[in-house]
C-alpha cells in the first residue's frame, strides 16, 4: 500500500486546514485508517483514527472537538478536516492504515497498528 498525504501548508491560529491521504496499491488490506503527528525533538503522537475502534472515530484529547476524520472509502481516501488550530498543533502529519479493526480504543492510538505509512505533510501554525 502506497499513502501520499497533502493539504499541509502555514496558517494561523484559529485557522483551517483539510488533509488527505489517498492510497494506492493493495487497497484490499486496508481497514484501520488513522493520523500521527510528530512536532520537532518530540515523538510521534496519536491524532485520529477511523475504521479501526469498533464504536467510531476516535480522537486524541487534545484535538478532540477541534479535528474531525472522515473517509471516502469508494476513493480510498480519507481526511483530517482541522479547525481551531494552535501553534502547538505544528508538526509533520502522517498518515497510515492498518489491517484490523480492535474493540479497544487504546490500540487504535498506538503507532504498532498501523503497517503503511504516508511520507508526512508539513503543518505550520503562526501566531
Known amino acids: 500500500v502506497q499513502l501520499v498525504e497533502s493539504g499541509g501548508g502555514l496558517v494561523q491560529t484559529g485557522g483551517s486546514l483539510r488533509l488527505s491521504c489517498t492510497a494506492s496499491g493493495s487497497t484490499f488490506s486496508i481497514l484501520a485508517m488513522g493520523w500521527f503527528r510528530q512536532a520537532p525533538g518530540k515523538a510521534r503522537e496519536f491524532v485520529a483514527a477511523?475504521?479501526?475502534?469498533?464504536?467510531?472515530?476516535t480522537y486524541s484529547e487534545s484535538v478532540k472537538g477541534r479535528f474531525t476524520i472522515s473517509a471516502d472509502n469508494s476513493q480510498n481516501t480519507w481526511f483530517l478536516q482541522m479547525d481551531g488550530l494552535q501553534v502547538e498543533d505544528s508538526a509533520v502529519y502522517y498518515c497510515a492504515t492498518g489491517p484490523r479493526t480492535s474493540d479497544s480504543r487504546a490500540y487504535c492510538t498506538r503507532s504498532d497498528a498501523y503497517d503503511a505509512w504516508g511520507q508526512g505533510t508539513q503543518v505550520t501554525v503562526s501566531s
Open positions: 477511523i475504521r479501526c475502534y469498533q464504536r467510531g472515530p
